[in-house]
């Protein structure tokens, strides 16, 4: 495993580039696109996060009370899990 100069400890700066587009969306967590590693990130403030929770749990409550929830088929979702790992 290579040795990292980054820690637990440690908290990264963000560059004047994100500061800025968090500035234009204060309201929404910030998609950051990592080319290296293929993934897109969320950065949001840190107070912002139970809110966030809350709303998402709120969504999927209505869901549910309307009905609209698929079915969830264990089995397949294993079987995907482990063509994804393989």
Do not use: C, F, H
Not at 60 to 65: A, D, G, L, P, R
Not at 67 to 72: F, N, R
């Amino acid at each position: 495993m290579p040795t990292s100069w980054y820690t637990d400890g440690m908290s990264p700066k963000l560059t004047p580039e994100i500061l800025e587009a968090l500035r234009q969306q204060p309201e929404r967590p910030l998609r950051v696109y990592d080319e290296q590693g293929d993934k897109v990130y969320l950065v949001v403030a840190e107070e912002s996060l139970p809110t966030l929770w809350e709303d998402y749990l709120r969504a999927e409550i209505s869901n549910i009370e309307r009905g609209e929830v698929a079915d969830w088929n264990v089995d397949a979702t294993i079987a995907e899990a482990e063509q994804r790992r393989a």
